[in-house]
């Protein structure tokens, strides 16, 4: 029997990157009926798919050996969660189903829908735009809806008022699409024919002159309907207003007290009227309606003897304008300021208004995209004189008009937004209207407006085709990674930690959502390794199931794989000026386990115990092996560079961009990789990576590098500037002539007293810029080890990264008001979290960082477990887990810069740790029962003094401790204060008045000396506590009594030798040496 022949098929070629899903959908259809005509269709799939590969040929084959099949995922019949069964590869549907993906058929069908509704008649006869709309409907798969849409589209986009009247007649349930065609194609006809009787009939075509609004000979402007008429003879007089409702004026009035109205003097000034004038005259606002209806809001002045009336385009609020930028005349259309200060205003409006931080004082700008320069009221620039001095001005702000006004002087504020901060000079304007306005030149510079061409279009269409790849979905690369470990390290097996019962289902729910998408899985069988699970409550309520990994990352070994640097990846930037940079979603756990190391990362919970299927975020193997993924896939591509889960794209123009990136999201969407779109940012001229601003003019660092050093306040006293000085010891090196720069300071140290003079604030000034210059800043090389340097004070927090002997970046924010009242070693925490999330592109991943600490305790926090440290550590600690590094102990004469920006930290602050992140805790107190100790902490003397020694930190010897609190000296590193209890650990420190009664209650079940102990130990803790316990349980009667006793064994008695030396014994023995 001969072999089945597919030669008719058409030609299909999977490799070429122009195939689009609708080649392939028509390709599956004439597939599908060739199988059917040659008796295949009832075959296994296993032949059918072996027989679609074939045809496909080889670039096929090696696109289906890429595709990741998902595995079986068991179910839980507690639960009613049933069994997900594995995907077959040898199943024709799944195949297909593979491909469609592959080829993006999904997002072709949204294409052809977005296509189908985007349809317009346009000059098109009704019945061509019918076929139109039948023909693009065939690809949207819209089923039973189909014809029903269809209609829909007819009555709404038909533009024929008799066609809609006609078809509005049809009841409901006789709207068909064929009643609908029929409808249409008898209107046409008569319309038709109605047309050819009229052809018959001459007609005669004539121009009608176009009218000019503006000033009608000598006949003055009116205030009531708008126009200018002869005396007495107003349209509007009697009138009633269709806003307000009064008589006399119509609504477009600028004395109708419905709406609010610019000043017309400028756009219809009254005779006599001269162009120079006050503020008001030189700015207007003009407000009217167009054709469309939508209200515009237009800045500009414009004072001319004839206008056109312009139509309007369509949309809702527009801010456009001309400039003429001559010397030293600025020109700026400003909305008048009684509009632009209006609160009853729309949404709409205000979505033009722009909050920027000027150290710490908020300014609220208006985005005019037709100025050329920045105008400020001189009311509200008076408010910044502390920051920065006002200027003189010598130059002119020209409206449309040709009015000239004088500024009364400039003044240049450092201004903040999103991060980014620059210097804005603003044109102060004395007028009682407290005007702001951001002109377009800075708007571009802040990303605030953008021209939107076919460029923006090209980009958004490139990405809307690889929506599939772009969301919350997580992915799955190919392959399997087996992690590697130490065999001599001893495995470690936790018990479950408690859950809350109130949060109970909560985490067996996301345990449940985990296992649903592949995350983990349920383990029955006996495991070496068994880690803890932490839960942690999100800012928006749920919940988050992290792995303490810390035992196990002592037995995990790396891959020690090479990152790349910073200079390394300039080299290869040279030229490009459009950049994209692209975020893997959820990046580790796109990496699959291998059976075995799954087993490994098995975990305890009240519920059983789970074993994640992907890579775990904490394992300190993790980001290598994550770029090394990406590297394989990703490192061949020209004009890509790849940082852990940071994808970098760059091209020379946006054509050469444009196609890097197509290439880049077709490798991801072929090996499964899903992307974050919140943080992707596509075709910029400069985009921020890894803690490097790239232009195309180069390198350059960021502002928010510096931005601790460039806006330090000035030092207010001797000790403060003790500080300053201390920092620049640490980088003397490095800055030239630095004991010139720093003389006026190190006068000023000397002197009795403290007067901040001109020449001390220069100094000061160079002294900044020095630190933020090239001598001292490093670029970051992420090849390279990193040391992270901070510290806390009671103000602030302040944070230093430093690589090559050279600083890469400060850091610093003051603390809140709950901050400030932390004990010290919990704000020397905070400071190793602020660091890590500040500096998180430059130290995540990275194995080799060193954090260095004043505090010496935090050395042996780190080392426990993250249960047995203080409530808030342990927070702090778990916002920690993604990031590894060694904490080491360094003197705080040897933190110079880190003493320094914490103690001078900027003013902002962030959310409290307590509202970011919650542990679920087990309460040991009730409510009534917390209250009593409370009230004995506070009659306490040696618990008060304990108290105040935790929160102002322990000194660095025990010779130097208080004698009263001397005997917590060696617990003081699990000491902490919370709702006015003291606690180790989860244990409270029970005051002195209630030991006697917290022992006799530990003693009332009679219970035996060890299980006494070991139940205070999970519970309470004082100094002296198991002591205490022992002398109880063994002057108690009723324990003495019923304490297990040892049984006395029965001496064995030998039986006597008969001879001597007939039986020997020996202690010890020896053999061949």
Not at 169 to 190: G, N, Y
Not at 1011 to 1031: F, H, S, T
Request: hydrophobic fraction near 35%; glycine fraction near 6%.
């Amino acid at each position: 029997m001969s072999s089945p022949q597919l030669r008719t098929l058409p030609e299909f070629n999977p490799a070429d990157p122009n195939t689009t899903a609708k080649e392939w959908e028509a390709y599956k259809r004439s597939f599908l009926v060739h199988l059917d005509a040659l008796g295949l269709d009832e075959k296994p799939g296993k032949r059918k798919v072996g027989v679609l590969l074939a045809n496909m040929g080889n670039e096929a084959i090696k696109i289906y050996d890429s595709f990741t099949w998902a595995p079986r995922v068991e179910g839980n019949a507690d639960n009613n969660i049933p069994d997900v069964p594995a995907e077959d590869k040898h199943d024709l549907d799944t195949v297909f189903k593979k491909f469609d993906t592959h080829f993006g058929v999904h997002n072709y069908r949204n294409i052809k829908r977005q296509e189908f509704l985007n349809t317009k008649r346009g000059n098109k006869s009704i019945m061509d735009y019918i076929t139109e709309l039948k023909k693009k409907a065939e690809y949207c798969e819209y089923g039973d809806q189909r014809e029903g849409l269809i209609c829909d589209m007819i009555i709404n986009g038909v533009n024929d008022r008799k066609c809609t009247e006609k078809l509005m007649e049809i009841p409901a349930a006789q709207l068909t699409l064929d009643k609908v065609i029929q409808t249409c194609r008898q209107v046409e006809l008569t319309k038709a024919h109605i047309d050819t009787l009229d052809a018959e009939n001459p007609h005669v075509n004539y121009v009608k002159p176009k009218q000019k609004v503006g000033y009608q000979g000598t006949h003055p402007y009116c205030d009531k309907c708008t126009k200018h008429h002869a005396l007495r003879t107003c349209p509007a007089f009697n009138k009633q207003c269709n806003i307000c409702g009064m008589r006399g004026h119509f609504k477009a009035s600028p004395i109708c007290k419905g709406t609010q109205h610019a000043p017309r003097s400028s756009r219809f000034p009254r005779r006599g009227t001269s162009g120079r004038g006050s503020f008001s005259r030189g700015y207007s606002h003009s407000r009217g309606r167009g054709r469309s209806g939508y209200r515009q809001n237009v800045h500009f002045t414009e004072s001319v003897d004839t206008v056109d009336v312009a139509q309007p385009d369509t949309h809702d609020d527009m801010h456009v304008g001309e400039m003429f930028d001559q010397c030293t005349i600025h020109d700026v259309y400003a909305a008048d300021s009684n509009v632009l200060n209006d609160t009853s205003r729309s949404s709409s409006d205000s979505d033009w208004s722009v909050t920027f931080d000027v150290k710490g004082i908020n300014l609220t700008l208006e985005i005019d995209t037709g100025a050329r320069c920045n105008v400020i009221a001189k009311s509200i620039a008076e408010k910044f004189t502390a920051i920065a001095p006002i200027r003189k001005a010598n130059n002119y702000i020209k409206g449309i008009s040709g009015h000239l006004v004088e500024p009364v002087g400039q003044i240049i504020l450092p201004c903040r937004h999103n991060g980014k901060l620059m210097n804005l000079m603003f044109q102060i304007l004395d007028t009682e209207r407290p005007i702001c306005l951001l002109g377009r030149p800075d708007s571009v510079r802040y990303n605030l407006v953008m021209r939107v061409n076919s460029v923006t279009s090209c980009i958004e269409d490139l990405i809307g085709s690889f929506s599939d790849i772009v969301g919350e979905e997580i992915g799955c690369l190919p392959g399997e990674y087996e992690i590697k470990v130490d065999s001599s390290v001893q495995p470690v097996v936790h018990a479950p930690r408690p859950v809350p019962v109130a949060m109970r289902d909560q985490v067996k729910r996301e345990l449940d959502n985990l296992v649903r998408c592949g995350i983990i899985a349920s383990v029955t069988e006996p495991t070496e390794w068994v880690s803890s699970m932490v839960c942690v409550r999100k800012k928006n309520g749920r919940v988050r199931i992290c792995l303490d990994p810390t035992d196990l990352n002592k037995a995990v070994l790396r891959e020690h794989f090479p990152m790349n640097s910073i200079e390394d990846i300039v080299t290869r930037v040279h030229g490009s000026k459009v950049f994209s940079t692209l975020d893997a979603n959820m990046g580790y756990f796109q990496i699959r386990l291998t059976q075995k190391s799954s087993m490994l990362t098995t975990f305890n919970t009240p519920f059983g115990r789970y074993r994640y299927l992907r890579m775990p975020m904490g394992l300190k193997c993790a980001a290598e092996v994550f770029q090394r993924e990406m590297i394989n896939h990703f490192g061949g591509i020209e004009g890509v560079e790849v940082v852990i889960d940071d994808i970098l794209i760059h091209g020379a123009n946006m054509e050469q961009h444009n196609a890097r990136l197509r290439t880049v999201l077709q490798k991801a969407r072929s090996i499964n990789l899903k992307l974050n779109k919140a943080k992707c940012v596509i075709g910029k001229p400069e985009v921020n990576y890894v803690g490097h601003l790239l232009t195309g003019d180069g390198l350059k660092p960021t502002p928010e590098r510096v931005r601790a050093i460039t806006e330090m306040r000035v030092p207010e006293n001797h000790a403060e500037l003790e500080t300053i000085l201390g920092m620049l010891a640490y980088v003397a090196k490095f800055i030239p002539k630095l004991s010139e720069l720093n003389a006026p300071l190190r006068a000023l140290k000397t002197q009795e007293q403290y007067v901040w003079t001109p020449e001390v604030d220069q100094a000061f000034r160079d002294v900044k810029n020095a630190l933020t210059s090239t001598d001292v800043l490093r670029y970051f090389d992420a090849s390279k080890p990193l040391t992270l340097s901070v510290d806390a004070s009671q103000q602030g927090l302040g944070a230093a990264v430093i690589q090559n002997h050279g600083v890469v970046a400060y850091a610093s924010r003051a603390l809140t008001p709950a901050e400030q009242r932390y004990a010290q070693i919990e704000k020397e925490m905070l400071a190793v979290v602020f660091g890590c999330e500040r500096f998180h592109k430059l130290i995540y991943g990275k194995s080799d960082v060193t954090i260095e600490s004043d505090h010496k305790p935090l050395e042996s926090i780190m080392k426990k477990p993250i249960h047995s440290a203080p409530m808030r550590i342990q927070k702090m600690m778990l916002k920690l887990q993604p990031y590894e590094f060694t904490l080491i102990h360094v003197k705080g004469k040897d933190l110079g810069l880190a003493d320094c920006l914490s103690r001078l930290p900027l003013p902002e602050t962030c959310q409290s740790m307590d509202d970011e992140v919650m542990v679920f805790p087990v309460e040991t107190l009730t409510s009534s029962s917390h209250g009593v100790i409370v009230e004995a902490t506070i009659r306490d003397d040696q618990l008060q003094l304990l108290k105040r020694v935790i929160s102002d930190g322990w000194p660095d010897k025990r010779s130097e401790v208080p004698l009263e609190v001397l005997p917590f000296w060696d617990v003081r590193d699990e000491l902490s204060t919370y709702n006015g209890v003291i606690y180790r650990g989860e244990r409270v420190v029970i005051p002195s008045e209630l030991r006697a009664t917290t022992l006799k209650t530990i003693h009332s079940s009679h219970m035996g000396m060890t299980k006494c102990k070991q139940r205070a130990r999970e519970l309470v803790y004082w100094p002296g506590m198991n002591k205490q316990i022992e002398d109880t349980v063994s002057r108690c009667s009723a324990c003495l009594k019923y304490q297990n006793k040892p049984q006395k064994e029965p001496m064995i008695i030998h039986p006597l030798p008969s001879l001597p030396w007939s039986k020997v014994g020996a202690d010890l023995f020896e053999y061949d040496g």
